[in-house]
């Protein structure tokens, strides 16, 4: 299989720390791939030139990075990312949840890329205000965080760096301490270090 990524995607990241905390280095290959420049191999295998791809052992290909991180966690009966019985209710909440400030951050983000004559600032706000919302729900959720690796907390990981990373005015520790204090830790693991964004 190939995985096809680039580096600063907070999407992408998700599917390659998924791949590592399953184990599956061995049967993942990571492609190195540019979204923004009508990449042949990308396009190859996602026609809307967006990552995370995942290009399959028999040609076909899934996209978007939730549909293919619930399958790379079907390839290894260790640790399952999802759960089983109820609580794989209460870890698909928090993951959504984690991945729709995900996608506030990344559409403030993108706003930035335009011309400044044609930037919208009550479209950043927007997102802010998102965030702002949906940090106050999960930093209840963080509080029942085990030690158990679950798709929520890769989810959320990703989120916060992204934060740090590319919006790093939303200042999330001041009002989040269960956040500001569990990750940390999970930063720490293997995965999330191997995946690190560019610094610039």
């Known amino acids: 299989m190939k ?14 720390v998924t791949a590592i905390e ?28 967006k990552i995370p791809a995942l290009e399959l052992d028999n040609g076909s290909s899934l996209i978007d990075s939730a549909l293919i991180c619930s ?36 559409a403030a983000r993108m706003e930035w890329f335009r011309p400044e004559e044609i930037r919208w600032q009550p479209w950043v706000d927007r997102q802010h205000a998102a965030i702002t919302r949906g940090l106050v729900e999960l930093e209840k959720a963080a509080k029942d965080f085990g030690p158990q690796v679950t798709m929520a907390q890769i989810t959320t990981a990703v989120m916060l760096e992204y934060l740090d990373f590319r919006l790093p005015e939303t200042n ?29």
């Open 3 to 16: 995985l096809m990524y680039a580096p600063p995607s907070p999407f992408a990241r998700k599917a390659r």
């Open 71 to 106: 399958y790379l966690d079907t390839l290894a009966d260790t640790n399952p990312l999802l759960g089983s019985g109820d609580e794989t209710w209460e870890i698909q909440r928090v993951t959504y949840l984690a991945n729709a400030i995900l996608d506030a951050a990344v």
């Open 22 to 49: 399953k184990g599956l280095q061995e049967r993942v290959e990571f492609v190195l791939v540019n979204p923004m420049g009508d990449d042949p191999t990308l396009l190859a295998a996602n026609p809307i030139s």
């Open 172 to 200: 999330w520790r001041d009002n989040h301490p269960a956040l500001a204090a569990w990750l940390p830790g999970f930063s720490s693991r293997e995965s999330m270090q191997q995946t690190q964004p560019p610094t610039s």
